[in-house]
């Protein structure tokens, strides 16, 4: 398989038109980089080989002309795409002027952009800068890239999306559900690129106190607080040259983004207890399993935070939406445990893996690689229906005569119900059912 859609870089202070272009330029399979500022945007340029640069023209600070000049001679082969809500003669004149291919004024349609941004990509110039159209590596065998396992069009986008960024420094923003592997991808990228023989440093941000987290992070110096008898790196200072992975960003204080937000902006880290900072060269790629952008509307989290992480965005699929790969993860976890329990010869039956293809599969891989694993150490030849869960298996709605059951599983059977009705989407069960995520993952896995 090959690497197809196109890298464009779209530059806007207005993080709602943002949103819009990345959301049409995604769906016509394009791959986006976001910026919210010239000095953002040049640091992508230096990093990624981008294919179309889309930029707004009034900005604060230094505007969308000073932007096109530098692009104009750093990048001579490079199309620029110029968006503005302010049109007149001289601003059209100055942008084509300063470099731009073409120009389209707010508001646009979803139409007008798509014909603008295929007539500014079709008639780009060869550049010997231009991203090389080569295959996707395969580490192991065609199903495996970096211990991530699937042949299905949906983890091959992902796939895809980690060849484009593994040798740059752009930070990203990793979301899916719980269970999908974020961190497995956050490794694949580091591992497979330029810099994988420097620091890996992962850190579950909702697994450390709040009121350490900052100090765990950033480090601390000697006497900054009670307990502090002497100083520490943080994390950070830990993976420098190298990449942090940031797990459940969502669960972050106020006061640990505005730290996380310095740290980008400057590149930059100031110990606890000290106001001296700390330069640092340093790949970010933060996860959630929450939906953070409704979080930023919420204002639980910052908006500008929000949008520095997430200059490029990886999707992980749920395991419903890739269930082509059951059959392949299955193998694995029972060629993995098989060996590990000493039970080489075990095998699960047909009629298992079909029950697996039905299933909705609410915790992901990780409830699949749990139920292979308790198959093996259940069984030693072969497993069968019988030694599958109950809530695996076909159900029928009791008629006539009442059948009663304990609490916990009519619980557990009336949430799968829901998550049914929602095509698995864990935050509208949530909301049907008014309890957090959190909650109902504790309840399905319980």
């Known amino acids: 398989m090959t690497l197809k859609r196109e890298n464009i870089l779209i530059v806007d202070d207005n993080y709602d038109m943002l949103e819009v272009l990345q959301r049409n330029l995604k769906a016509l399979d394009y791959h986006v980089y976001k910026a919210s500022s010239v000095q953002e945007a040049l640091d992508i340029l230096k990093l990624s080989a981008i294919d179309l640069l889309i930029t707004d023209i009034q900005m604060p600070e230094v505007n969308g002309i000073e932007l096109l000049k530098y692009a104009n001679e750093h990048y001579p082969f490079l199309p620029k795409l110029v968006i503005t809500g302010f049109p007149s003669v ?139 008898n002497h100083t520490k790196e943080g994390f950070f200072q830990a993976a420098n040259s190298g990449t942090i992975f940031l797990d459940e960003i969502g669960a972050a204080s106020a006061s640990v983004q505005v730290r996380l937000l310095r740290v980008l902006q400057e590149k930059e880290v100031t110990k606890v207890g000290t106001t001296k900072p700390q330069k640092i060269q340093i790949r970010v790629i933060a996860a959630t399993n929450e939906d953070l952008y409704q979080q930023v509307k919420q204002g639980t989290f910052r908006e500008d935070l929000y949008y520095r992480l997430n200059v490029v965005d990886i999707n992980v699929p749920s395991l419903q939406q890739r269930k082509e790969d059951i059959p392949l993860l299955a193998q694995h976890f029972l060629t993995k445990y098989a060996k590990e329990y ?70 557990k059977q009336y949430i799968q119900k829901v998550l049914s009705s929602v095509n698995n989407n864990k935050t509208k069960a949530a909301e049907i059912l008014k309890i957090n995520r959190k909650t109902l993952r504790n309840k399905l896995e319980s």
């Open 90 to 228: 001289n601003s059209a004149v100055d942008a084509i002027q300063s470099g731009a291919t073409d120009y389209l004024v707010k508001p646009f349609t979803s139409k007008e952009l798509k014909n603008l941004v295929q007539k500014s990509l079709k008639n780009k110039k060869a550049s010997p800068i231009q991203f090389s159209k080569k295959k996707v590596e395969r580490s192991e065998t065609p199903s495996v890239y970096a211990g991530i396992i699937g042949k299905s069009t949906p983890i091959q986008k992902v796939i895809e999306s980690i060849e484009r960024v593994k040798n740059n420094r752009a930070t990203i923003l990793i979301q899916g559900e719980s269970g999908t592997g974020k961190e497995l991808i956050a490794r694949a990228i580091h591992y497979k690129g330029s810099f994988a023989g420097n620091p890996f440093i992962a850190v579950n941000c909702g697994a450390i106190p709040e009121n350490l987290l900052e100090s765990e992070l950033f480090g601390y110096e000697k006497g900054a607080f009670t307990g502090a």
């Open 342 to 411: 000493a039970k080489d010869k075990l095998k699960l039956s047909d009629r298992i893996y079909k029950v697996f293809q039905r299933y909705a599969w609410p915790g992901n891989i990780r409830e699949l690689e749990n139920c292979i694993q308790k198959l093996i150490i259940m069984n030693d030849d072969q497993a069968d229906l019988p030694q599958l869960p109950a809530h695996f298996k076909y159900k029928i709605e009791p008629t006539g005569e009442e059948q009663f059951m304990a609490l916990e599983q009519m619980e």
